[in-house]
């Protein structure tokens, strides 16, 4: 049954605002809750008594959440209607940042940190779909790139606002500044979109099916990263393929399935989650690199994150001309054009010199970043619409399900290249990283450029 209040072609433009600022409200602080704690993780570990090993749990737990409840939230947004998915997120992560804060040891922190995750998922999976509510079709692209611009920018910056928040205030108050924010995200949530909502049940063997294939995921990237034994990662991975051979083949079988892989028979659709996984290979293997490549040469912290700041604010310049330049023409063509540029910034990091020249760095990485901004909107919005409009949902959680499996394969590729270098040193490591990152931006250009034959 539909929502009889349902607008057919977005909001009036007063309220279509209003919406937008409630929808980045809740997505930025999501993402920034991602970012924000990795900048503590020492700081965490010697005020809780733990080991720094120990202390990554939660980074971990906080991803691993996210990943495993992305499509299960995004089919309840489709079941029950987004905004209420969307805000029911929104209340899961605040609660959970108020326990964070308050968390007096790690076991109760990363606890805390899973109801923070899954509040995110819920946030995540239906962003996307609510952005297609709020913008009419002809504006659609425009508000791609504001949703592009909050992610990017929030996921880019998060180091930099967290060293500037530890330099006043302990790291408790990286998870207690979510609240108020979220606080006025919540008081405002009238302002999201109803939606049609779909006649199906929830479908909780898939469910678990899901948690189970990319938790395994998730275990062997960790275990090939982080250089297990070849029988160990071997196992991971048959493990993996195993189960999810098994949740393929629910999901084939299904009307609705939470995993839409009857959406993948749709060349713009598969191309553009492609795309999308390999496009964010390449952006997160070189930002978890290049701080390494820079301190080889010889940067301190804070020149670091001075020659990481190009690239986020080339983004934030970017994303809404993108936006709009998605309404008029093709995603192959922009997100080809913006990928090629951003291979080509990659490889000129790569080929940087010891000590250079601020300026000489800094080119380059505002073209990487232009080159990413130009690809993300079109892309996003390529997928979004190929997919029917009462399966929003579905489309914006494996939008995000494949950023975040992009994200996690590139770190992981990273911490394997680290350890295989490890007698090379750092700084050849992160060169290596780098090129391949480069490798995947390509692969996912070349992708993106089929969509030009569709």
């Known amino acids: 049954m539909s929502d009889v209040h349902v607008l057919p072609d977005g909001l009036p433009p007063a309220q279509r605002w209003r919406a937008l600022l409630t929808l980045s409200l809740g997505t930025g602080v999501s993402v920034l809750g991602s ?8 700081g965490i570990a010697h005020d809780l008594m733990v080991s720094p090993a120990d202390s990554v749990w939660v980074v971990n737990a906080y991803q691993i ?5 992305l499509l299960p939230f995004s089919a309840l947004g489709d079941i029950h209607g987004y905004r209420r998915i969307y805000t029911s997120g929104l209340v899961m992560f605040i609660i959970g940042s108020l326990l964070c804060a308050l968390a007096p040891n790690l076991q109760m922190l990363v606890g805390a940190r899973v109801l923070q995750g899954l509040g995110a998922a819920g946030l995540m999976s239906v962003n996307t779909a609510l952005v297609r509510y709020i913008f009419p079709r002809a504006m659609l692209g425009r508000g791609m790139g504001f949703n592009s611009l909050i992610v990017a ?5 998060g180091p930099t606002v967290a060293s500037a928040l530890l330099s006043f205030a302990s790291w408790p108050f990286l998870f207690a500044v979510n609240i108020p924010v979220g606080l006025v995200g919540l008081s405002m949530f009238r302002a999201l979109p109803l939606s049609p909502r779909a006649s199906h049940s929830f479908d909780l063997p898939s469910a678990l099916l899901n948690g189970a294939t990319f938790g395994l995921f998730i275990a062997t990237l960790d275990g090939f990263g982080h250089g297990a034994s070849p029988a160990i990662g071997l196992a991971l991975l048959v493990a993996t393929l195993s189960v999810g051979f098994v949740f393929i083949r629910r999901q084939a079988s ?8 009857d959406l993948f028979r749709k060349p713009i659709f598969s191309l553009s989650v492609a795309t999308s996984i390999s496009s964010f290979i390449g952006q997160t293997a070189a930002y978890v690199a290049l701080p390494f490549l820079f ?7 804070i020149e670091t994150g001075l020659l990481l700041t190009p690239w986020p604010v080339a983004v934030a310049l970017t994303a809404p001309i993108s936006g709009r330049l998605s309404d008029k023409f093709s995603a192959g063509l922009l997100g080809g054009l913006g990928l090629a540029l951003m291979t080509v910034g990659l490889i000129s990091l790569a080929l940087l010199g010891s000590h250079p020249p601020f300026w000489t760095v800094a080119w380059r990485m505002a073209l990487t970043g232009c ?6 909107a079109p892309n996003n919005r390529a997928l979004i619409s190929s997919v029917p409009r009462e399966r929003s949902g579905a489309g914006s ?7 975040l499996l992009g994200q996690t394969s590139g770190a992981a590729m990273v911490g394997l290249v680290f350890h295989l270098t490890e007698a090379s040193g750092v700084g050849q490591g992160a060169t290596i990283s780098i090129c391949l990152g480069a490798g995947f931006t390509a692969l996912a250009s070349a992708l993106s450029a089929l969509r030009l034959m569709r």
Request: charge should be positive; hydrophobic fraction near 55%; avoid cysteine.
């Open 35 to 42: 970012a924000l704690p990795n900048v503590a993780l020492p």
């Open 65 to 69: 959440a996210i990943t495993v409840t």
């Open 153 to 157: 920018v929030s996921s880019a910056t």
């Open 254 to 261: 299904l009307p609705a399935p939470m995993l839409p892989v």
């Open 295 to 301: 301190q080889a040469g010889g940067a301190t912290a």
């Open 371 to 376: 080159g990413f901004a130009l690809f993300q």
């Open 397 to 403: 959680g494996m939008l995000s399900t494949a950023r």
